[in-house]
């Protein structure tokens, strides 16, 4: 009974609440999932401040989940499954982590975290390649720490 939930559970998870299923280019539908969630916590007024330990927390807490849900995912769909997007929703985080909670920077982090993801650049293609779970979240960090870096080098240079 136990590994039946933990299936569901890895499942639920690692498929960002089943949206790894949609047809059409499921890492930006993951990535929406996060969009969603963080505009409703921001909605609800649940806004952690630049270094929080909630949102250190929120982090680490993800990527520990991710990681458990996408190295199960991996044995069953197969190595970086197109279904598995809980590592999108980790990356997108990281996009608008230290942030202002407003549209523009949600928009810019989408737009910029999407690209990283879709380019992979140093070292984020061979994180890619490192399997078992942990090369699925890794190259999302990366990708959500470099659109999080063009984020703060826009709010600096537009005030």
């Not at 969630?37 to 401040?49: C, D, E, M, P």
């Not at 230290?98 to 293609?125: E, H, M, N, Q, S």
Request: net charge positive; glycine share 12%; with cysteine.
């Amino acid at each position: 009974m136990m590994k039946i939930l933990a299936r569901r559970l890895a499942v639920l998870v690692g498929t960002g609440f089943y949206s790894g299923y949609f047809p059409i280019a499921p890492g930006t539908v993951g990535s929406v999932v996060w969009v969603v969630f963080y505009a409703a916590l921001v909605r609800l007024g649940v806004a952690w401040s630049a270094w929080s330990t909630g949102w250190l927390c929120a982090l680490a807490a993800v990527f520990v989940v991710g990681f458990l849900a996408a190295w199960h995912l991996e044995q069953r769909f197969g190595r970086d499954n197109k279904r598995i997007v809980i590592d999108e929703i980790w990356g997108m985080m990281i996009s608008l982590a230290l942030l202002p909670a407003t549209p523009i920077y949600v928009i810019g982090g989408f737009i910029a975290f999407r690209f990283f993801d879709i380019v992979k650049p140093f070292p984020g293609r061979r994180a890619e390649k490192i399997g078992r779970g942990l090369g699925v979240m890794l190259d999302d960090g990366v990708a959500g720490v470099y659109a999080n870096i063009v984020l703060h080098l826009a709010k600096a240079l537009l005030g």
